[in-house]
């Protein structure tokens, strides 16, 4: 992700059109060329590649060939090739060959540099690829004269384009990309892609101002995160080496810092906000302190190779706590980078659930608008939009009808990522009498920086419905049936499952269980699943 600029994408967008504006009737760009703007474009990719083979001592072909890489590597190295050209960049035959090299491997080299790159989707036919293996295939005999083998190239790319046109079609979008590649190696090139793509959108939303605004004017968060560190500076900050992960503007870093922190690594994976924080920190004079490190925390080279770290600090929680799948990246740096003894903060994470009544349904607005009665639309939204779709809302504390339950706690010091990414847990929800149906479950969290290694004094960041609102609200599932009023004696008994979205690794998938009995087998008699991505 680092170093992407996004302003490179509207100046190909701009040059880049259908026919090209050089001086062949083609849409054909060769590779060593920086823009279409002014060049020649070819009719063919196979034309396009030979002219760089030729003109330009740029024989992709042979890279590919000795290389024996695949169609998504070939896809890779054309993506990068134009980057590279693009910014000026020497990219030579025989540095890829040898492998010193070797930049265009990484997975950001899926999605194409250029819009609308006529020459991936005809790579596969080009470069002689066999759909199959996604090897290179032996170029065709050379003729003597370049028009010959520009002909067999094309008649080889005719028939290539054939077979692969779905795969091609599906190169303008990673969603149906997956659905249409089949060998297992495709698949995992094409989940990988899809994966790209997340972050991109993931981190692009993080680039603006106004998402940092709004988690900076949330007073729970800012006051949890500020006296946490301050009040217990001597354990979370003096004399220590502080890694703050997504340091957004680098407010929880300068925090460490005013609290006396020796250094501080504050890194994002999004160019745009750590060039931000850089800013951020000169113009606080903590530059001393403090240093601002654009890049992914798990990508290598973003951190200096034996760093290490007494205290990680990071605000990472999603909505429903995991939404984003951030932690993951939390994790991730504590296994690298903490040294033994040292502290995750927050330390230990929360997640709470409690039944709520029918005005958490929000047929309530629909009921009066003016005097007239909307419920039409109330339920029909109701049975559109909330039902299997978590929905974040503000829930009043007033909707809660049903004791509160524990869903799930995490020691954030010990956690595994797998222990995250899916888990089960029963609990029971109790009314008082006369608190009426229960409609929907509302699901929120707290995180703590518990007195283990707070020693001076405990906080809590806690996000329920009682409490003062932050920007994470509270996730409300809407059950597809309400559930009758307890009696005094009874419980909704509830399994709840919670799963890393199997088609959107930062969304969540959450299974409800639940009934006021449970057959002899332990199954539950309803269930219902929601989605949050
Ligand atoms: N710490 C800041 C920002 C929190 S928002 C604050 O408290 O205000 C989370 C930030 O983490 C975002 O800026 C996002 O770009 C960054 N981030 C998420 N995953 C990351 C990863 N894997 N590597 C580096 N930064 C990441």
């Known amino acids: 992700m680092e170093g992407e600029d996004d302003s490179r994408w509207s100046d190909w967008e701009e040059s880049d059109g259908e026919g090209g504006q050089g001086s062949g009737a083609g849409r054909f760009l060769p590779l060593c060329v920086p823009s279409t703007s002014g060049a020649e474009l070819f009719k063919t990719a196979a034309e396009a590649l030979a002219h760089d083979?030729?003109?330009?001592?740029f024989d992709v072909r042979r890279i590919v060939k000795e290389l024996r890489v695949g169609f998504y590597d070939c896809m890779k190295l054309v993506n990068y090739v134009r980057e590279s050209v693009a910014a000026g960049v020497l990219v030579t035959e025989a540095s890829l060959v040898d492998g010193t090299d070797k930049a265009w491997m990484d997975d950001k080299y899926l999605i194409p540099f250029m819009e609308n790159d006529s020459l991936l989707f005809e790579l596969d036919g080009a470069l002689g690829l066999d759909a199959e293996s996604g090897d290179a295939e032996d170029p065709?005999?050379?003729s003597d004269s370049e028009s010959t083998r520009v002909r067999a190239l094309e008649e080889e790319n005719e028939a290539l384009r054939r077979a692969v046109q779905e795969l091609r079609e599906s190169l303008k979008v990673a969603g149906t990309f997956i659905d249409q590649a089949d060998a297992p190696a495709d698949r995992e090139s094409a989940s990988r892609l899809k994966n790209v793509r997340i972050d991109k959108n993931y981190f692009d939303s993080y680039a603006g101002f106004g998402i940092h605004r709004e988690m900076l004017s949330d007073r729970p968060r800012m006051v949890a995160y500020r006296?946490?560190?301050e009040l217990n500076a001597s354990d979370l900050a003096r004399g220590k080496d502080v890694l703050d992960v997504g340091c957004g503007t680098g407010i929880l870093s300068m925090i460490a810092a005013r609290a006396g922190a020796r250094a501080v690594?504050?890194?994002?994976g999004s160019p745009a906000i750590a060039e931000a924080a850089r800013a951020i920190v000169e113009e606080n004079s903590l530059g001393s302190v403090v240093q601002v490190r654009g890049g992914l925390i798990e990508k290598e080279g973003t951190i200096p190779e034996g760093y290490k770290c007494d205290v990680i600090i990071s605000e990472w929680m999603g909505y429903c706590l995991l939404y984003e799948s951030m932690l993951f990246s939390v994790l991730h740096a504590r296994d690298k980078y903490l040294r033994p003894g040292g502290c995750v903060m927050p330390d230990v994470a929360r997640?709470?659930?409690?039944?709520?009544?029918?005005?958490?349904v929000g047929s309530g607005f629909w009921d009066d608008v003016e005097g007239f009665s909307m419920r039409t639309v109330g339920k029909k939204l109701l049975e559109r939009e909330l039902r299997s779709q978590a929905h974040v809302v503000d829930v009043s504390g007033a909707w809660v009808n049903t004791s509160d339950a524990v869903v799930t706690e995490f020691d954030l010091c010990k956690v595994t990522a797998d222990e995250v990414r899916s888990f089960s847990s029963e609990f029971e929800l109790t009314q008082a009498t006369g608190q009426g149906k229960i409609h929907a479950l509302v699901v929120w969290f707290d995180t703590l920086f518990s007195a283990r290694h707070c020693k001076t004094e405990e906080v809590v960041?806690?996000?329920g419905p009682r409490e003062d609102k932050t920007h994470w609200a509270q996730t409300l599932l809407v059950l597809p049936e309400p559930v009758s009023a307890l009696d005094r004696e009874e419980a909704l008994l509830c399994r709840m499952t919670f799963q890393q979205h199997s088609e959107d690794y930062r969304g969540l998938q959450i299974v409800?269980?639940?009934?006021t009995s449970r057959a002899k087998d332990g199954t539950y008699p309803h269930?219902?699943?929601?989605e949050l991505v």
């Open 53 to 57: 083979a030729s003109n330009n001592n």
């Open 140 to 142: 065709p005999a050379q």
């Open 227 to 229: 006296s946490a560190i």
């Open 265 to 268: 690594c504050a890194v994002d």
């Open 351 to 360: 997640i709470h659930v409690a039944g709520c009544g029918e005005a958490s």
């Open 461 to 463: 960041l806690t996000t």
């Open 512 to 515: 409800l269980e639940y009934g």
């Open 527 to 530: 269930a219902a699943q929601f």
